[in-house]
């Protein structure tokens, strides 16, 4: 098996990223996690009035407030069992535009989230010259989803790992797994550290 460090990404490293992240750390993975949005947006008492942080509010302080606000209704939405999740995984939300790591693959949740993560690398440049494979799972924003896709992504990263030379075999590697996933599309590039 292959060490690679892998990275999950999302809009506001909440639901998707993180039970992915999760996932993977169980499996024993290098991996982090961050988000593609301006600030951290989860849902609020009403589809017009979500509750918005900024990137780095700890996860703790969102428990906290939101539990303060509505603990009824955060709990039966699943913010609360959410965030209580991720806090026990990092301190905080991060900013994919934000972080100075390299990875070997970045799995995003979304196609707005793949684009934005492949320009901000070709913005970044190619300094070190190294490649990092970007592939988008695209998965619903729902807890269902997340956890269905994240046992996906767990699948694809061991799959990943596996391979003796990941540039020759990651387009086969990706063609076996989506027909066994096929209600995850898949998107691929390559982009540069």
Known sequence: MTELK???VCASNQN???EAHKVLKEAGFDVESYGTGS???LPGPAYDK???YAFGTPYDDIYNEL?????RLYTANGLLTMLDRNRKIKTAPE???EH???FDVVFTCEERCFEAVCDDLMDRGEKLQRPVHVINVDIRDNHEDSV???QGILKLARSLADSKDLDAQIMGIMDSWQEQHPKLPLMHAVGYF
């Open 6 to 8: 892998m990275c999950t």
């Open 100 to 102: 100075k790591n390299v």
């Open 50 to 52: 979500p509750n918005i």
């Open 95 to 97: 900013r994919w535009v």
């Open 16 to 18: 998707r990223s993180m």
């Open 148 to 150: 269905i896709g994240a």
């Open 39 to 41: 600030a951290v947006r």
């Open 67 to 71: 539990s303060a606000q509505d603990e």
